[in-house]
T-cell receptor, first 112, second 110 residues
Framework: EPEVTQTPSHQVTQMGQEVILRCVPI?????FYWYRQILGQKVEFLVS????????KSEIFDDQFSVERPDGSNFTLKIRSTKLEDSAMYFC??????????FGDGTRLSIL | DAKTTQPPSMDCAEGRAANLPCNHS???????VYWYRQIHSQGPQYIIH???NNETNEMASLIITEDRKSSTLILPHATLRDTAVYYC???????????FGAGTTVTVRA
């Protein structure tokens, strides 16, 4: 069964540094998403992306965040200047239209 | 702004059916009911969704009441690997995002 894959599984970064989280969505999916989950809290929507542009974003997704589909297979989330409160699990998801979203197993981001 | 209400936790015996309730009394006509689960340290996993008819797939069955104000996810023969947090989510058909609540922590016991 096709899967969403995310790399790395764990990223440790110094506060203030830039970090890029990578995702390979399911190959025939055209809609891509990022969510995050702070330890012990709910899964929160960050952003959705379709046709090379952001479709919707939450209040969390401020100017420090950006997304990109640099080629035909990868989907990335960049945090420009990380803060301690950015420490969380980041999940990538993809879907074929408004069909169910399928999630990867996440990247654990630890900001020191 | 939670649109669904779920019990915080429930236990289930291995091999028995697990019936997970969800209330969504303010659901609109164009909103679907989705169920996901999250096994510890993994990403959310899609289980099933429906609009108004009952649905069944290889993982579970979804029973939606006639007035659509509540639903029940049924895991027919729970196994230890079904221990997870289960999320009931109401989603408009043309909305991109999923809004997760706290879900129900289901513990399957041998």
């Amino acid at each position: 069964e096709p899967e969403v894959t995310q790399t790395p599984s764990h990223q440790v970064t110094q506060m203030g540094q830039e970090v890029i989280l990578r995702c390979v969505p399911i190959s025939n999916h055209l809609y891509f998403y990022w969510y995050r989950q702070i330890l012990g809290q709910k899964v929160e929507f960050l952003v959705s992306f379709y046709n090379n542009e952001i479709s919707e974003k939450s209040e969390i997704f401020d100017d420090q965040f950006s997304v990109e589909r640099p080629d035909g297979s990868n989907f990335t989330l960049k945090i420009r200047s990380t803060k301690l409160e950015d420490s969380a699990m980041y999940f990538c998801a993809s879907s074929a239209g408004v069909q169910p979203q399928h999630f990867g197993d996440g990247t654990r981001l630890s900001i020191l | 702004d939670a649109k669904t209400t779920q019990p915080p936790s429930m236990d289930c015996a291995e091999g028995r059916a697990a019936n997970l309730p969800c209330n969504h009394s303010t659901i609109s006509g164009n909103e679907y009911v989705y169920w996901y689960r999250q096994i510890h340290s993994q990403g959310p996993q899609y289980i099933i969704h429906g609009l108004k008819n009952n649905e069944t797939n290889e993982m579970a069955s979804l029973i939606i009441t006639e007035d659509r104000k509540s639903s029940t996810l049924i895991l027919p023969h729970a196994t230890l690997r079904d221990t997870a947090v289960y999320y009931c989510i109401v989603r408009v058909s043309n909305d991109y995002k999923l809004s997760f609540g706290a879900g129900t922590t289901v513990t399957v016991r041998a």
